[in-house]
């Protein structure tokens, strides 16, 4: 198997290894943010706005991932909708990308750490 992107042994079995990258690990977490009510979209650098803007989805924008020993800790940037309460849905996104993140890959989740980049407001018609 090729080495070009990071990619972490979650088994090693009869019939041969399991890896999981990186950007997957981060694909699930973005993917389980974006679930929870009030998550507006994820926050990125400039090069993932871009990249949206060009209509190529980064399904992994606004996340970072350290794996360290089987054990994930996840920062995540996020845009959040006006009117919700940010500590409650930064309570539900952690818990929904930790839970998200364990049940998929089997590693422990030690920490998930949120930013709120941005707020969005309500587009007038």
């Known amino acids: 198997m090729a ?5 972490y042994m979650i088994k090693d079995g009869n019939l041969g290894e399991v890896r999981i990258a990186d950007e997957v690990v981060a694909i ?3 993917l389980a943010a974006t679930e929870v009510e009030g998550v507006s979209s994820m926050a ?11 209509g190529m989805k980064n399904l992994s924008k606004g996340i ?3 794996v360290m020993d089987n054990v ?8 959040i909708k006006f009117g919700f309460v940010i500590p409650e849905v930064s309570a539900k996104v952690q818990e929904r990308v930790k839970t998200a993140i364990e049940n998929m890959t089997g590693l422990e989740v030690c920490g998930v ?8 407001m309500e587009k007038s018609k």
């Open 64 to 66: 970072k991932v350290e």
């Open 28 to 30: 699930i977490a973005g």
């Open 113 to 120: 750490n949120v930013r709120i980049a941005g707020v969005e």
């Open 44 to 54: 990125g650098n400039i090069t993932n706005e871009l990249v949206s803007k060009l």
């Open 72 to 79: 994930v800790s996840v920062d995540v940037s996020l845009h």
């Open 3 to 7: 080495e070009d992107r990071k990619a």
